[in-house]
């Protein structure tokens, strides 16, 4: 009786066999119909205009025999499996991006999944998308694993049978364009962000972004503003000036910006002037960061270049202004290649911090030293914030600080109402406020021994549910004002003005024109700071403008 139940059992776990093809086709199958479901879901809504009723129903066919042709090509022995075990592992991750966050995997988007660390990545890690990974990934990937492939008896056999499978596949694409074309074409025009949509373009994407930064060969490195020279000033006290870098704030979200809420109840009477329409070079982080420090404009900016090239920072270092950058949001991307670097350490401060995350204030204590030390030196402080990073929002300020509820306390951001998440992602950017008035706070009590000021950008905004989006990294093109403006706010006392013959009335005019952007920030930083060299275009620095004589 045992012998006959365990007969039963290896019958039922023994590993199935199948053609070659057959795994082809039902790959293609799962790949079309299921993994893709969001283009195909998007393709029904757009098409509530198309005469064509049928046409909605024929795009998950055009995938599956768009598939089954890249699999043929794809299905060689001993590399076949391995390879779509990963794909669809992968796959199963970016289906839950683009389901849950809209999320396009485009190459942006693969720099800026590159670009994220560990803690960073812990933010995403929820139960949902564990499920999406395991249903979708893990349990597919098994089975491509577990089941045995037989191929034919010879090359010619199955060379033939992957003709015939591509030649199926051919004809059905051929015989729906034959009934469709005009109607993918209309709404593959008006809305070319499809194909950014399939999955899984990002291997494609991810190819492409390996080769840009490790198999190209570097650019031969420029040195920019050996000429650059700080000033003098007529009360002969140093330079003390604290750039805040902002993360995922977005501008229409301030109250100085016309918001109806109040976000920034903390710097109230300090006199900060707010620009009212900056645009950011890009939507994610590893773009944004060094794009803004580069004295590049968007619209030509080159990864490749500003790596090889001296930056805003380094400019201004080489006019005997020392500088530091205190980074509490995953890293400088490599802005501060040659500019001293702290990390904040999450474990060394537990009052502030969770072991992942620290609130951003814990910067204000990592800085003391270098405030303190070299009084007679010119100082430039860089403070890379976590700011309003999501989608854990409510990580980032402490409870006592919140102003709104109720918010968002979930990983999960998608079992929260819009509301909710407004409401916690407001609270982030008071907290913002309050960070940036003890940075103030701090600067006044050096105002003795420096000429002091501060000024804030963020890299980026954020989406909060506009249009179906979350989060950011919508590829430039097609990103909504949310994730593309940002705050730029200054604190410039009296002193400091007087000092740099900066016209306070002139930069509060100019803070509510329109046009403003990151381009802006690698000329007007080195102004800011008294800096001239030949490599500031006075015309993009606001101070230029704004001199006083």
Excluded at 107 to 123: A, D, K, L, P, Q
Excluded at 146 to 159: A, G, H, I, P, T
Excluded at 451 to 470: I, K, P, R, T
């Amino acid at each position: 009786m045992s012998n006959v139940l365990s007969n039963k059992w290896f019958n039922i776990v023994s590993r199935p066999t199948m053609k070659v093809t057959t795994l082809i086709v039902i790959l293609s199958i799962y790949y079309g119909f299921v993994l893709n479901y969001p283009i195909v879901s998007r393709i029904f809504s757009l098409s509530t205009d198309v005469p064509d009723f049928w046409f909605p129903y024929t795009a998950p066919f055009v995938l599956c025999f768009a598939f089954m042709v890249i699999f043929s090509l794809l299905a060689w022995p001993a590399i076949f499996k391995p390879i779509m075990a990963v794909i669809t592992l992968t796959s199963a991750i970016a289906l839950y991006g683009i389901v849950t966050y809209n999320i396009l995997f485009d190459i942006s988007m693969v720099e800026n999944v590159f670009g994220t660390n560990s803690s960073e990545i812990s933010f995403y890690l929820t139960f949902r998308s564990a499920l999406y990974f395991v249903v979708f990934g893990l349990i597919p990937s098994i089975l491509i694993l577990w089941v045995k492939l037989e191929y034919r008896s010879s090359v010619l056999k199955e060379l033939l049978s992957r003709i015939i499978v591509v030649m199926i596949a051919v004809c059905g694409i051929a015989l729906i364009a034959v009934t469709t074309y005009k109607d993918y074409a209309s709404v593959g025009r008006n809305n070319k962000y499809l194909n950014k949509m399939i999955i899984p373009a990002h291997v494609y994407n991810t190819f492409q972004y390996v080769n840009r930064n490790f198999l190209i060969k570097p650019l031969k490195y420029v040195s920019l503003g050996q000429d650059a020279a700080l000033k003098p000033v007529e009360n002969k006290k140093p330079t003390l000036v604290v750039f805040v870098l902002g993360e995922t704030a977005r501008s229409m979200n301030f109250t100085a910006n016309g918001y109806a809420r109040d976000t920034e109840p903390y710097t109230k009477g300090l006199g900060l002037i707010s620009f009212q329409d900056v645009s950011s070079c890009g939507t994610y982080t590893a773009l944004s960061v060094p794009c803004m420090f580069s004295n590049m404009d968007r619209s030509n900016y080159k990864k490749a270049r500003a790596n090889s090239q001296d930056n805003a920072l380094d400019i201004i270092a080489k006019s005997g202004v020392k500088t530091l950058w205190i980074d509490n949001d995953g890293g400088d991307k490599g802005v501060a290649k040659k500019t001293a670097l702290i990390n904040v350490d999450p474990k060394k401060h537990p009052k502030l911090c969770n072991g992942e995350t620290c609130f951003d204030e814990v910067m204000l204590k990592e800085a003391q030293p270098f405030l303190e030390s070299d009084n007679s030196k010119n100082k430039l402080l860089v403070l890379h914030t976590i700011g309003s990073h999501g989608p854990t929002y409510f990580q980032r300020f402490p409870a006592e600080k919140a102003k709104f509820a109720p918010w968002c306390n979930s990983k999960d951001i998608e079992q929260c109402s819009d509301q909710e998440i407004t409401n916690v992602y407001d609270n982030t950017l008071v907290y913002t406020d309050y960070f940036l008035s003890q940075v103030v706070k701090t600067l006044e009590q050096y105002s003795d021994k420096y000429n002091v000021a501060m000024m804030y950008m963020s890299d980026h905004g954020e989406s909060l549910g506009e249009l179906g989006l979350y989060l950011h990294g919508t590829p430039y093109a097609l990103a909504p004002k949310e994730q593309t403006t940002v705050p730029w706010l200054m604190w410039i006392p009296k002193q400091y003005a007087t000092q740099k013959h900066i016209n306070l009335d002139c930069v509060k005019s100019e803070s509510q024109k329109m046009g403003y952007s990151h381009d802006n920030l690698f000329h007007s930083v080195i102004g800011f700071m008294g800096v001239t060299t030949k490599e500031k275009n006075d015309q993009k620095d606001l101070f230029s403008i704004c001199q006083s004589k």
